[in-house]
């Protein structure tokens, strides 16, 4: 007998919306049968979608929780739980490899520690690989992915990951043979040391100054690299968290050649610009927003990127949740510099300021797990009203003139459940179990309101799950909300009864595969 039945649904599928209105029927944790008049017993829970879409529980493939170098970010409890009500029912988050260890088992042991029990939805991890030995290559690397943690993140930026070119050629040569799905984090170290330099050299370390340190060519000339190193030894890749246009064409040269390049979109990147970095002349507002790569200048840049999310250059979309506290000496605020002399007092009577904001000290990173499914979802036309060319005048057709941001580029239902579901679940090694709504996959659903909220909702961070002071999208408004979540056929988020109903391990550690998604 059937546990529960989910009834009135309009089930997107990464193919399709299926027709007409479905049930879903759940046994063990698992979709056992889709169709019409199901049976149930007493036992049986009934949930009623009303007529709403539901789709697969979110896939984030890219979170940053409880990591060693980030003390007022998200703990596996409170990212967990605010990955849940923003509809995740599988997040990937990063278990790090520190320089000084020649062996990548207590980075691992440690960071299942950190999150065995404590997680309201399922994970797993990305090794982020920092020192690579001959003994990781021949013995730890094969036994990883027995293991069940099948993918590597590589830096080509950050003195304590960074690799070079060397090290990125014979980690892919290895990731290839091991069926290692490998991302990388593409922006060019030294272009960025040398300009920084200069800026401090100018005094010129506000916040806003983190995204001149970080040029477009920066990310697009590392991008060119790491696909130049995928190509050459013929590995697929992921490069995480684009937001250059530059970068992306080459992403798009690349796949049109066939090669297996898989590019990643964010939220922030895709809604924000540089104008959200500037502080006022006494606070630092804008470190908010300091995240690397930057948040770009120019809305024609958004506009591309959401070109690429449309016309499938992007493989995934994630959060890149990778939060600091803003009112926190540890967090945001540690970009303050004290240079009134010693103690922190200053006894100048010229009045000079006592401190100043070094932008080169905040920690990089934005809180965005709960908000990535309604920010995407937003820019999803309506099935029942379709985006039409036909009353256009024909010179200004947006295939030849390109879209701007006051007729802003919509996207497909399915399309949003592949790139924030389906595709991160294949390209990971989650096939069969997550990213779909078919019979023999895990029961992770999200059932969203029949109708978009009249005038939208507007994100407030006192909404929120995490355990962050503030979201960089506070008072954009979006039509949609996860109402409910359902992770292996048990509701964890009810948006209308009571919020979070999981529990805190409630999420199991997913053994993943090999990669199955090709290009
Ligand atoms: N950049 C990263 O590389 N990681 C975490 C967050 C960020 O902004
Ligand atoms: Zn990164
Ligand atoms: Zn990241």
Request: proline letters at 6%; hydrophobic letters at 35%; charged letters at 25%.
């Amino acid at each position: 007998m059937l546990d529960s039945i989910i009834r009135n649904c309009r089930i997107v599928t990464a193919a399709e919306i299926l027709p007409g209105l479905l049930q879903i029927g759940v046994k063990d944790g698992k979709i056992e049968v889709i169709g019409h008049n199901l049976e149930g017993d007493a036992s049986t829970e009934i949930i009623d979608a009303e007529g709403a879409y539901v789709t697969p529980g979110g896939v984030d493939s890219h979170a940053h929780v409880q990591q060693d170098n980030s003390p007022t970010g998200d703990t596996w409890e409170t990212g967990s739980r605010s990955a849940i009500a923003g509809g995740n029912t599988t997040i990937i988050a990063f278990a790090t490899q520190r320089r000084e260890e020649e062996s990548i088992w207590p980075a691992l042991e440690a960071y299942h520690k950190k999150a065995t029990g404590n997680s309201y939805c399922d994970y797993g991890f990305h090794l982020i690989l920092s020192n690579p030995t001959e003994q990781i290559y021949e013995n730890e690397l094969p036994k990883l992915v027995d293991e069940g943690v099948t993918s590597l993140k590589l830096y080509m930026t950050y003195v304590p990951l960074k690799l070079g070119d060397s090290d990125l050629f014979n980690i892919m040569l290895r990731a290839r043979s091991l069926g290692i799905m490998t991302m990388i984090h593409a922006e060019n170290s030294d272009i960025i040391d040398q300009i920084t330099r200069r800026l401090v050299e100018s005094g010129q370390t506000d916040t806003f100054y983190h995204s001149v340190a970080r040029p477009h060519i920066a990310e697009s000339e590392a991008t060119y690299r790491a696909i130049s190193l995928a190509e050459v030894t013929d590995t697929p890749i992921l490069i995480v968290h684009m937001s250059a246009p530059a970068a992306i064409e080459h992403v798009a040269q690349a796949r049109k050649r066939l090669l297996p390049i898989h590019a990643e979109a964010c939220p922030h990147y895709l809604y924000l610009t540089s104008e959200k970095l500037k502080s006022g002349p006494h606070d630092c507002e804008g470190a908010k927003h300091v995240c690397a790569p930057p948040l770009r200048h120019n809305v024609d840049d958004l506009d591309e990127l959401w070109r690429s999310v449309a016309n499938g250059t992007f493989t995934v979309i994630s959060s890149d949740h990778a939060p600091a506290t803003f009112d926190h000496p540890n967090g945001k605020q540690r970009g303050w510099v004290d240079i009134s002399g010693a103690n922190g007092f200053s006894d100048d009577v010229s009045h000079k300021p006592a401190r100043k904001f070094d932008f080169r000290n905040v920690p990089n990173g934005l809180p965005g797990l709960e908000t990535r499914l309604p920010l995407i979802f937003n820019r999803c036309y309506d099935p029942s009203n379709p985006p039409t060319r036909a009353d256009r005048p024909l010179g200004l057709n947006p295939l030849i003139f390109g879209q701007t941001s006051t007729d802003p580029i919509l996207i497909s239902l399915p399309r949003f459940v592949a790139l924030t579901s389906t595709n991160p679940a294949q390209l990971y090694g989650l096939a069969g179990k997550k990213g779909s709504i078919a019979v023999g996959f895990d029961a992770d659903l999200v059932l969203w309101y029949p109708k978009d909220f009249e005038g939208g909702l507007e994100i407030r961070n006192e909404m929120l799950h995490h355990r962050i002071d503030y979201t960089p999208f506070e008072g954009m408004r979006v039509r949609n909300w996860p109402r409910k979540v359902v992770l292996r056929g048990e509701v964890v988020f009810d948006r209308d009864g009571g919020g979070v109903k999981g529990r805190m391990g409630d999420g199991v550690f997913l053994k993943r595969g090999k990669s199955s998604l090709s290009y």
